[in-house]
Nanobody, 124 residues
Framework: QLQLVQSGGGRVQPGGSLRLSCAASGFNLDDYAIGWFRQAPGKEREGVSCISSSDGGTYYADSMKGRFTISRNNAKNTVYLQMNSLKPEDTGVYYC?????????????????WGQGTQVTVSS
């Protein structure tokens, strides 16, 4: 059965860094585009980043460009999100998801499997 298991969340000071992990089982994650989304209380889930299975291309929401980096380790069947220069507005629950296809999407409805979510808190 397909599974995505997340780890690496926590609390940091503004300007700090965290790395999130998304480990896949039941499929090779390099056959699909994998995205990261986040959700704050009372808000809808929003796209953060995505990595394509076809060419390894990466995509970021405008507010994350230059601060966040998505990557993949095929041997570990794991996708990572390195988050630097974190801001309080980055606080939320972060989810990794698998698309129905091999290309990236920023739309929630195009993802068919999700990790359990992990809390990221940025506070002084």
């Amino acid at each position: 059965q397909l599974q995505l298991v997340q780890s690496g969340g926590g609390r940091v000071q503004p300007g700090g860094s965290l790395r999130l992990s998304c480990a896949a089982s039941g499929f090779n994650l390099d056959d699909y585009a994998i995205g990261w989304f986040r959700q704050a209380p009372g808000k809808e889930r929003e796209g953060v980043s995505c990595i394509s299975s076809s060419d390894g291309g990466t995509y970021y929401a405008d507010s994350m460009k230059g601060r966040f980096t998505i990557s993949r380790n095929n041997a570990k069947n794991t996708v990572y999100l390195q988050m630097n220069s974190l801001k309080p507005e980055d606080t939320g629950v972060y989810y990794c998801g698998k698309t129905e296809y091999y290309y990236c999407s920023g739309h929630v409805f195009e993802y068919d499997y999700w990790g359990q979510g992990t809390q990221v808190t940025v506070s002084s």
